[in-house]
């Protein structure tokens, strides 16, 4: 094995240092979380803390509001950093909202954390008996075409499950996510202590009409003692099965907005605003959307309407995904930069999204009030301004055709900040130097081996990365953006296609390239997105269909009588 050159030593030295350096500094953090923000009261509630810290919680500031059981604690290193994560079993002394007081770990502080602790339920869950049964149920008894529902499924067991496995089948008509974790918690039901699993999805249906949604199954084993497992009570095997459920789901209604939303609720607001404007300068403008019984895959995109005289930069979406209350929330922040080209009062005209209440059954618009400013400057010197700011501000395509992406502005909508960029500059640097010396030395090596007879060989084939598999096509086509949608059609032709129109040149089914025309639609010329999901959904089911290609084999000789020109 060849040695290391020394120079190249020390700068990989100097990177890995540098690198380590930055992993323990992005590291050392101390973040508290719960696995639900809203409990009943007798149920408990699951606080885990992740740190550095070599020290456990302290747990004595939560006796006063809550009863703490079941602790429990895991260690790991990650790139040489030990992370801890403990968690611990909370069960409020009384209802109402609740603080998670701040804790000691070590020399750090969690984060105060909110839990809202509701009265008990009366209704007890179905089929209430036994060692193990399972509860299932939507939201929305009777939701709408296309409408997000959370449907949960729980488990529970009077004996701590040592294994098993829970399975909810997929209903035909609907598509069927699992979203987030499972939640493990304690509830008392008639009397008894259950030991409860809650498992969410998202239900989405396809068409109108009855939906029959098979029922869960449970098959594992308790932790019972001696005697209950000789006498076979509250240990052992353990089964259950849950009774199968229908929603009644109902149509899109005649004057519904397009595109057809239905929502529990969606809020518009600004964020940030300017003071003033400045000819050939850019002042951002954040807007913001909250939208109640949708994720982040099936909103339209933000956008502002056209403004005079001005020019609009969007930022691709900040998206956050959630699920509250049995069903999915999701947050969306846009930045945008307004460029004026010439000097007096810049007009913002309201901005309008209209959506459908699935609770009263009627048509709901969220709106943005309509803004104002005087921009200030004249047009003589908005060309040095416009070249200040292509320099230093935003470079985003166009609001026009801007996409929906994963990525965004901060909280704020604020530039970061010149300390953050430092320490940044100075690891490309290195990375820079080490790349730099490291192609030096394989320039002279391969020069080395051509002396030697040993030239690197100039027509060995590209190495091509695997097709994405239709899995990952259905997950994006469930979860994802058009962006991505777009990029894993791409990178599923043999050989990768360069956009979405190569795709569709490939394709040998009429209804995948209607589907992919309505995706280009919908992505870029503000056409239906859930109309748009609904037909790739269709048309990809079983994959992308490909025109049949035959392939002519290269003569590996040259032929033996060559034709003359001319002839």
């Known amino acids: 094995m060849n040695a290391i050159p020394r120079p190249n030593r020390f700068c990989l030295l100097g990177i890995g240092l540098l690198m380590s350096m930055l992993a323990s500094i992005a590291g050392a953090q101390t973040r508290a979380w719960l696995d639900r923000d809203r409990i009943a009261a007798g149920e408990t509630v699951t606080l885990n803390i992740e740190t550095d810290q070599s020290a456990t919680p302290d747990y004595t500031p939560l006796q006063a509001l809550f009863v703490v059981s079941g602790n429990s604690s895991r260690r790991s290193y990650v790139n040489g950093v030990r992370s801890s994560l403990f968690a611990v079993a909370l069960r409020p002394r009384r209802e109402g909202v609740l603080t998670v007081p701040v804790l000691a770990v070590g020399s750090a502080r969690t984060q105060p954390l909110a839990l809202v602790v509701a009265p008990a339920s009366a209704q007890q869950p179905a089929q209430a008996s036994g060692d193990v049964f399972i509860q299932s149920e939507a939201d929305d008894n009777d939701p709408y075409v296309q409408q997000a529902v959370g449907w949960v499924v729980r488990l529970y067991s009077l004996a701590p499950l040592v294994s098993g496995v829970l399975d909810q089948p997929n209903p035909e008509g609907a598509s069927m996510q699992r979203v987030g974790d499972d939640a493990q918690y304690t509830r008392v039901v008639n009397g008894e202590r259950y030991n409860v699993v809650e498992r969410r999805y998202q239900l989405i249906p396809e068409r109108s009409g009855a939906l029959s949604i098979p029922g869960a199954s449970f098959e594992g084993r308790g932790a019972g003692g ?100 049995g069903r999915p929330r999701a947050r969306l922040q846009r930045r945008f930069a307004l460029v004026p080209s010439r000097a007096g009062t810049v007009r913002l005209p309201e901005t309008r999204l209209g959506w459908w209440d699935v609770r009263s059954g009627a048509a709901r618009w969220a709106t943005l009030a309509e803004q104002s400013w005087l921009a200030t400057g004249s047009a003589a010197n908005a060309t040095s301004g416009a070249t200040a700011s292509s320099a230093t501000g935003p470079t985003a395509a166009p609001v026009g055709v801007a996409g929906i992406g994963s990525d965004g502005v901060d909280a704020e909508g604020a530039l970061p900040s010149r300390n953050f960029w430092a320490p940044l500059a100075v690891l490309f640097a290195l990375l820079w130097l080490g790349t730099l010396v490291w192609a030096l030395q394989r320039r002279a090596a391969a020069s080395t081996s051509g002396r030697r007879g040993l030239p690197p060989r100039a027509d060995a084939p590209p190495v091509m990365p695997p097709a994405p598999g239709l899995a990952a096509l259905r997950q994006v086509l469930d979860s994802g953006d058009f962006g991505e949608v777009a990029d894993v059609l791409c990178a599923m032709a043999r050989p990768p296609a360069t956009d979405v129109d190569d795709v569709s040149a490939r394709l040998d089914d009429p209804a995948q390239r209607a589907a992919l025309d309505a995706l280009q639609r919908a992505r870029w010329a503000g056409g239906d997105g859930v109309d748009a999901r609904r037909q790739l959904r269709a048309a990809f089911a079983s994959g992308p269909r490909w025109h049949p290609t035959v392939r002519v084999a290269a003569e590996p000789l040259a032929p033996l009588y060559p034709q003359r020109q001319g002839r």
């Open 226 to 325: 001696f005697f209950d497992d000789l006498f076979g009570d509250r240990g052992g095997e353990l089964r259950a099965n849950a009774a199968p459920r229908t929603l009644q789901v109902r149509a899109i209604p005649a004057n519904a907005p397009q595109p057809w939303l239905p929502l529990h609720d969606l809020q518009l607001r600004y964020v940030t605003t300017p003071q003033q404007l400045q000819v050939g300068a850019d002042a951002t403008v954040t807007i913001e959307a909250i939208a109640d019984g949708v994720t982040s895959a099936q909103m339209p995109e933000l956008q502002l309407p056209p403004i005079d005289g001005v020019q609009v930069f969007a930022d691709p979406v900040k998206a956050d995904d959630s699920f509250v209350n």
